[in-house]
């Protein structure tokens, strides 16, 4: 489920899943929804913080972002990104070397060294606890237990940290204090010390509460419109021949993991062994022993189902945090070339500093030639508010403009043509509109612009107050998303419906299609939105789906499928040959 991630196995179908969606949309926003609760979060009674004091050490990293050499470095990336990105390009595909990427991105010269000593000497850190990221443009006070609460307080000027507990998991996080507060005016940014300020932009890790999501059994079917979905079905309908198969060692792909996801390579080649895919076993960076197994399992199946034959990974960590595991993939000894997001949730969730970090890593990413892509959620529309719709609430990370958003269809079960030819339709839970945080990149602007033209002069967009009509516009892509059999415990357990199933779908094409160019001598496609967008109408890469409505809850309405570019399909679902004639 993607309201904190992504649909998961339940019996009772629709009802259930919209009793866990409103459960996860109303877990609170990141100024907290009353004094003591934030996103599930609570702080400690004084009593219990005080005793606790004296033997708590950090739970997670905490980032010390560098100021940039660069005097803006969200503009210097953004030109960086699309000068690589983008066909019209001179320098179309011509990415960046980690060393290249650190002089667009890193400080001035001395400056992590000077911000190490700082800690070191008047925090009294332990050097060993000190670290600075790939690219120069963070040091990180990595958790150890020679780091103790008071070194941290002393770190960040002396200010009061606090434990907190999640209310529906137990999780317990060491963070600045009053977080949960109403009128809480701590940030990444309102926290840096006064005598690093001229050097470090922003603190990560230590003054935000992320959402946790509610927890849900892999068992029974989940049953959505549409038929069930497994690796033959999408070979049919999106035209994959037997010889659309990668080869070891040209390229690699990943999903990314979080909170207790956990796979079986036994399930995974079940899995292949049943629908006759080529065997790959999974390697693994980070924990695979938390005991959730229903989004782990859908993505490192379906990933396999589609990218057919080729090196993958499972990158996962415990807490649902972008820039963390975005720097810990750009760590990694060969970065994959594609990468599948199947999490995320409401932007109002998420401190619009945390955001900002996690974005310059996706353009990081982009610049060394990775492909990101991104569940657009399984919302609809999205909302902020319990019960009444005060606005709309896109998906973050897929409402970031430098990943490529995928959403959702199914295709209709009351067709007798044959796969292939059987229409999709856009899932009413397809998330998906525009967003409040990031505003609307040059290479979707026509095609959105017209589709919110065209509704208003139909009288069918949603009220303008509900939704910011210059926003990033999402979702880029779809595939479907709703019935996949997924096989768990040595057999098939059920189906799962989500973005989350349609996300790795279409990633593993993508990755194919990198095989291909890398088997010919050419680099990786990297991030393709400016490619699908500039290739022409909606369904020049496949098949332009026109109907569906997202609408959300107690929203009055939401966003209708329509020719063209919509906030519930984006551009279509792929047809593998004309995307691959696209991205080639």
């Not at 010889?243 to 390229?251: E, F, K």
């Not at 030639?369 to 999205?382: E, H, L, P, R």
Request: overall charge neutral; aromatic content about 8%; hydrophobic content about 40%.
């Amino acid at each position: 489920m993607l309201s904190a991630s992504t649909l998961a196995f339940v019996v009772v179908a629709v009802v259930a899943l919209q009793a866990v969606r409103v459960q996860a949309t109303n877990t609170g926003t990141g100024t907290g929804t009353s004094a003591a609760v934030c996103n599930g979060w609570e702080q400690d009674a004084a009593a219990d913080a005080a005793a606790a004091a004296a033997t708590s050490t950090p739970t997670s990293a905490v980032w010390f972002s560098l100021a940039a050499a660069s005097t803006d470095v969200d503009q210097a990336l953004a030109a960086e990104v699309l000068a690589v990105s983008t066909p019209s390009s001179q320098r179309f595909r011509q990415y960046l070397s980690h060393d290249a990427v650190a002089k667009v991105v890193g400080p001035p010269t001395g400056v992590a060294e000077r911000v190490r000593s700082w800690l070191v000497h008047n925090a009294g850190l332990p050097p060993h606890a000190l670290a600075v990221s790939r690219h120069g443009d963070h040091v990180i006070v990595i958790p150890h237990s020679t780091v103790s609460l008071s070194m941290m307080s002393r770190a960040l000027g002396n200010i009061t940290l606090a434990r907190y507990r999640h209310r529906s998991t137990g999780s317990v996080a060491l963070r600045v204090a009053g977080l949960c507060q109403k009128h809480s005016k701590h940030t990444a940014r309102s926290i840096v010390p006064a005598p690093l300020r001229s050097l470090v932009e922003a603190v990560h890790g230590i003054a935000e509460l992320l959402p946790v999501r509610p927890r849900q059994s892999v068992d029974g079917n989940n049953q959505f419109k549409g038929i069930n979905v497994d690796p033959n079905v999408i070979a049919q309908q999106y035209q994959l021949s037997p010889s659309d198969v990668g080869h070891a060692g040209r390229t690699s792909q990943a999903v990314a993991a979080f909170e207790d996801a956990q796979f079986r390579s036994s399930d995974v080649a079940t899995f292949q062994h049943t629908y006759n895919l080529p065997p790959v076993t999974i390697k693994v960076l980070g924990p695979n022993n938390g005991g959730y197994f229903g989004e782990a399992s859908l993505d490192t199946q379906y990933i396999t189902a589609s990218g057919r034959g080729v090196e993958t990974w499972f990158v996962a960590q415990e807490a649902f945090n972008m820039l963390e595991w975005c720097e810990k993939v750009l760590n990694m000894t060969k970065v994959p070339s594609v990468l599948s997001v199947s999490w995320g949730g409401g932007e109002s969730n998420y401190p619009l500093d945390h955001q900002t970090g996690a974005t310059r890593c996706f353009q990081k990413l982009a610049l060394l030639g990775t492909s990101v892509f991104a569940a657009s959620g399984d919302d609809g529309t999205g909302k902020q508010g319990t019960v009444f719709c005060k606005k709309f609430d896109p998906t973050w990370p897929a409402s970031c403009p430098w990943v490529t958003a995928v959403g959702a269809t199914y295709i209709n079960e009351a067709s007798s043509a044959p796969l292939a030819t059987r229409t999709e339709v856009g899932w009413d839970y397809s998330g998906g509109g525009f967003s409040a945080n990031f505003p609307r990149p040059q290479y979707q602007a026509s095609m959105a612009d017209a589709y919110l033209a065209a509704q208003q002069k139909a009288g069918t967009l949603p009220p303008a107050r509900l939704f910011n009509a210059s926003g990033r516009a999402t979702p880029d892509v779809a595939a479907v998303g709703t019935n996949y059999v997924v096989y768990s415990g040595g057999g098939s357990a059920g189906t799962l419906s989500g973005t989350s199933a349609a996300t790795p779908t279409f990633a593993g094409m993508v990755t194919l299609i990198n095989d291909a160019l890398i088997g010919a001598g050419k680099p990786p496609v990297g991030f393709v939105n400016p490619a699908l967008y500039a290739a022409g109408p909606a369904g020049a890469a496949g098949v332009d789906v026109t109907t569906g409505n997202n609408k959300d809850g107690n929203c009055p309405n939401g966003f209708a499928g329509a020719a063209g570019w919509d906030p519930v399909t984006g551009l279509g679902t792929p047809v593998f040959e004309k995307l691959k004639a696209i991205l080639m």
